[in-house]
T-cell receptor
Framework: LAKTTQPISMDSYEGQEVNITCSHNNIATNDYITWYQQFPSQGPRFIIQGYKTKVTNEVASLFIPADRKSSTLSLPRVSLSDTAVYYCLVGDSNYQLIWGAGTKLIIKP | GAGVSQSPSNKVTEKGKDVELRCDPISGHTALYWYRQRLGQGLEFLIYFQGNSAPDKSGLPSDRFSAERTGESVSTLTIQRTQQEDSAVYLC??????????FGQGTRLTVV
């Protein structure tokens, strides 16, 4: 089961692009990389998932280098409402995902 | 339903009492998961259902914890003889097979 390492916290300002990098050195061939967002008093919410290269949706982009040992979640033009905890998860089945403490992102005005 | 629904949203119980937490998954979702989240920490896996069978119960912390699921519908997590260390948010999620999991709002359990 692959563990991930990500910064405990990050600060940024409204309108900026935020990049959160996650390392997963032990990622397996069948593993996907998934990011969730969690607001206080709510369950986590799926943001984006990828296997390799780049994935983009209406919320974020996910960049994955060729060796797949890390990934970067990119949030364009953040707002105050993007303040949340962001979790990086690696695995091929939901129930085997190991949830760390995530990255607490604080957006300032 | 439109999303995963959990009840109650908050539960305060006395130490030693039994509690039952309920999860209504998204209609049609075959997989259902229970997690526990302590304050400021990540999610701790408890149990996973595929249909009404539980292939993985490895996360249940003790024999005081049990869970059931009726078909591909409602699940209940029961904690017997609650202890103060059981205080946490209990989250339920469901998914269509191995696809992305959708989470409920959680039940905040406080044992006093």
């Amino acid at each position: 089961l692959a563990k991930t390492t990500q910064p405990i916290s990050m600060d940024s300002y409204e309108g900026q692009e935020v990049n959160i990098t996650c390392s997963h050195n032990n990622i397996a061939t069948n593993d996907y990389i998934t990011w969730y967002q969690q607001f206080p008093s709510q369950g986590p919410r799926f943001i984006i998932q990828g296997y390799k290269t780049k994935v983009t949706n209406e919320v974020a982009s996910l960049f994955i280098p060729a060796d797949r040992k890390s990934s970067t979640l990119s949030l364009p033009r953040v707002s105050l409402s993007d303040t949340a905890v962001y979790y990086c998860l690696v695995g091929d089945s939901n129930y085997q995902l190991i949830w760390g403490a995530g990255t607490k992102l604080i957006i300032k005005p | 339903g439109a999303g995963v629904s959990q009840s109650p949203s908050n539960k305060v119980t006395e130490k030693g009492k039994d509690v039952e937490l309920r999860c209504d998954p998204i209609s049609g979702h075959t997989a259902l998961y229970w997690y526990r989240q302590r304050l400021g920490q990540g999610l701790e896996f408890l149990i996973y259902f595929q249909g009404n069978s539980a292939p993985d119960k490895s996360g249940l912390p003790s024999d005081r914890f049990s869970a059931e699921r009726t078909g591909e519908s409602v699940s209940t997590l029961t904690i017997q003889r609650t202890q103060q260390e059981d205080s946490a948010v209990y989250l339920c999620a469901s998914s269509l097979g191995g696809a992305v999991a959708f989470f409920g709002q959680g039940t905040r359990l406080t044992v006093v």
